[in-house]
């Protein structure tokens, strides 16, 4: 269990307890929106089946849930890069929508960073958010991130090409 700063709430394996949770968390729109297509929408009973399993076994990734307040609020994860990149991981998270704006994702990144520095191999870690995401990116700005760029029309995300901008943190500095 990782402990974040904020009261009552830390990181942890993902449990299959944590299905039902799971189901009715990520089955959001709004969060499919700001993520990659691998996080699936509509999130069915297969699509959580799936996940926690997978979410045990990383090898040089790591993806733990955050929980808050003793009940699961979302999932963060970085998965390691490959070759000449596998000292960078690639950064991120979701949360629950009645847990939005609460502090909960800032504090989950935070300790998240901590721990890929301190107990696992990254040297880099990175995130491209969407530029209609400012809440992420803030996010990653609290969690000591630097902007490095904007990568133009990267993103097809629901129907539309847009930029997305690259954050990066890296071990020393
Ligand atoms: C983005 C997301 C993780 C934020 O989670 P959260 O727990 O609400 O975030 P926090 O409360 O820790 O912090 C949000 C910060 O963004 C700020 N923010 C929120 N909306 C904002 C906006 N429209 N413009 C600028 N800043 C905004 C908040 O004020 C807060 O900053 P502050 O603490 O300095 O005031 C959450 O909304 C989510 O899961 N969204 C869908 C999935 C997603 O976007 N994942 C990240 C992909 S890169």
Redesign the pocket.
Known sequence: MIQTDLHDCHLRPWLHTDKPELITLANNR??WR??TDLFPHPYTEADADFWIPFASHTGASCHLAIVHRGRLA?GIGIIAGEGNARFTGNF????GEP?????????AARAMVDHAFTQLQFERLE????EW???????LE?AGFSREGVLRKSVFKDGQLIDSVMYARVRSG
């Open positions: 709004k969060i700001n993520l979302g991120g998270y979701w949360l847990c939005w704006g609460q502090g909960i994702a800032s504090a995130g491209a958010v969407f995401n400012p809440a992420s990116m803030r996010v609290k």
